[in-house]
């Protein structure tokens, strides 16, 4: 019996409503279901083991939240697309169908993660898991913090910006891709750096071989934060360091379009979001 879990977004009525008439069908199939709401992270990694696939009803956001989730346990994602941009995701609800996901007919592909780890005075303080991005950024201010960087334990440069990204193949396709920075195929396993609005800096953003450690220590004198796939901040003081690399995890997502579907997505998501062109009525051609 398959067994397959249902993430909501505790917000979008549609979504529940789907996620329990796709349970229906899933379980007239003899599959077994769970429904979760997507926002209660603690109940997704407590059931995710248990799990042998997992379906998210909403948009990138909450393909986010699943994979931090579900990526200890290696349980695959599929991801149906509620929100606007959807690169994560791999279907429309038009597109469901509950026989396909039963009987098992999909590819399974597998996208790296990074793991943070902040230290503040010699200590570890936390330590969290990202498919997209961490970002050490100001806070409310508009002023710049400094980032002295290192990679593997050599000095790189110190950043006067915004902030500093450092994002995953997956999340160079998010806030990198906002700062003019790469778009990098998901199955790479590199890195991507990038400083947010630097000041006076030659280095817009730089691709790190697999295996890099990253260190960003802060130097500011007012609120600054870190943030984890833009859904999870810490505050940070001065001083504080982030130390960036390869998590143990992957993030698995079950997959029916061809193996090449990144290309093809990428181009028509980018186009989606194309400025409309205005019609010329006085000299049209």
């Not at 193949?169 to 998901?186: E, K």
């Not at 193996?259 to 000299?283: I, K, Q």
Request: proline share 6%; aromatic share 6%; with cysteine.
């Amino acid at each position: 019996m398959k067994r397959i879990l249902l993430l909501h977004h505790p917000k979008l009525p549609r979504s529940l409503q789907l996620a329990q008439k796709w349970a229906a069908q899933l379980e007239q199939l003899d599959a077994h279901t769970r429904l979760l709401s997507s926002w209660e992270a603690a109940q997704v990694a407590q059931a995710a083991p248990g799990a042998d696939l997992v379906i998210t009803l909403g948009g990138d956001g909450t393909i986010l939240r699943a994979a931090r989730a579900c990526a200890p346990a290696g349980v695959p994602i599929l991801g149906i697309n509620l929100g606007r941009v959807g690169f994560l995701s791999e279907m429309s609800p038009e597109q469901f169908d509950a026989r396909t996901v039963v009987t098992g007919a999909y590819w399974i592909e597998e996208r790296a993660m990074l793991r943070a780890t902040l230290t503040r005075r010699g200590a570890a303080i936390g330590s969290f898991d990202a498919l997209n991005d961490v970002v050490v950024g100001r806070g409310r201010l508009a002023r710049v913090i400094r980032v002295t960087t290192r990679i593997d334990d050599d000095y790189l440069t110190t950043f006067v910006a915004d902030g500093v990204i450092l994002a995953t193949a997956t999340g160079s396709t998010a806030y990198v891709f906002a700062t003019g920075g790469p778009i990098l195929a998901p199955e790479v396993k590199t890195l991507v750096l990038a400083p947010i609005a630097p000041y006076l800096s030659p280095l817009r953003s730089l691709v790190l071989p697999e295996g890099s450690r990253v260190s960003l220590c802060l130097q500011t004198d007012h609120h600054s934060i870190l943030t984890v796939d833009g859904q999870i901040d810490s505050d940070l003081e001065n001083g504080d360091e982030v130390v960036a690399q390869a998590s143990p995890h992957l993030a698995r997502f079950a997959r029916f379009q061809p193996r090449t579907y990144f290309y093809r997505t990428l181009v028509d998501r980018l186009r989606e979001r194309e400025p409309a062109r205005e019609e010329n009525t006085e000299n049209p051609r």
